[in-house]
């Protein structure tokens, strides 16, 4: 018998289930338009620029590559991205149907970017290391065909659930334990409308970006209630652009509202990510 969310997405729970928990990435082939993915590269361009101008407005992560976190509104699509059923079907079957976004921003690795260390985004939180439930999901959508000259995204399949006693900060585990990685690596190469559902606890890496183009990527994160994700990121909407979304986002957004949108500043860099690897 369908799911509830079957029913209303069309998207079987048991595959997303089983990808996540399984392997820890899931993805789903032309999800968007190629002119709706042009329109998302345009509008990260121009908010590229802007943050490269701002004191403490992209957040360094290795020789030229960067991380922007944005506000929703100033991304054409924001609405789309959030509503689409794929979107909502991984939301509903892995945290829950009062899952919240906590963060928009983009990833931007340039030519000459590094390999980064293997990482995850955080340490695990005690819900995914003693009771093996995932609390947050983290959506990628590339703006560009990706090559593989052009640093894409290497993740270790099914490390989400490795224990980090010995990880620095809970995120960097030692360099001895490459091997392993290596093994389990697949290396993603998206194209435009693309879009993929990982854990962010899932070991991974940008590799290096031999081009001479680069490969901006969009993050969408999103938490289960009790995750507490939101407190690493400053979501914002203002209060014009708040009576212009529809209740059903809305009620799915962890955010400040707030009259006229201040300038997300960076807070903090990742000093292992600083640092590439050859």
């Known amino acids: 018998m369908n799911t509830a969310i079957e029913q209303s997405t069309g998207y079987d729970v048991a595959t997303i289930m089983g990808g996540l928990y399984g392997d820890g990435i899931i993805g789903l082939k032309g999800a968007f338009d190629r002119g709706w993915v042009e329109q998302v590269g345009e509008d990260i361009e121009a908010l590229f620029q802007e943050a490269l101008k701002r004191p403490g407005g992209a957040l360094g992560r290795g020789p030229n590559r960067y991380y922007v976190e944005i506000h929703p509104e100033r991304l054409r699509g924001f609405v789309d991205l959030v509503t689409h059923p794929w979107v909502v079907a991984v939301c509903e079957s892995v945290l829950g149907p009062d899952y919240r976004v906590v963060e928009i921003g983009f990833d931007v690795p340039g030519p000459g970017a590094m390999n980064q260390p293997w990482h995850r985004d955080f340490p695990s939180p005690a819900e995914t290391l003693t009771e093996r439930r995932l609390n947050s999901l983290a959506f990628n959508l590339t703006t560009v065909d990706v090559s593989e000259d052009m640093g894409p995204f290497e993740i270790a399949l099914g490390t989400q659930w490795d224990t980090d006693d010995d990880f620095d900060h809970g995120m960097f585990p030692p360099p001895e334990y490459s091997n392993r ?98």
């Open 181 to 278: 990685y290596l093994e389990r690596a697949v290396r993603r190469t998206p194209r435009m409308g693309d879009i993929s559902a990982r854990s962010a606890l899932t070991i991974h890496r940008g590799t290096a970006n031999r081009s001479d183009r680069s490969r901006p990527t969009l993050v969408l994160g999103v938490d289960a209630p009790c995750a507490r994700n939101a407190d690493r990121h400053d979501l914002q909407i203002s209060r014009a652009y708040a009576e212009t979304l529809p209740d059903e986002v809305k009620k799915h957004m962890t955010y400040r509202l707030v009259d006229e949108l201040e300038p997300i500043v960076q807070l903090h860099t990742i000093e292992g990510l600083v640092m590439g690897v050859m």
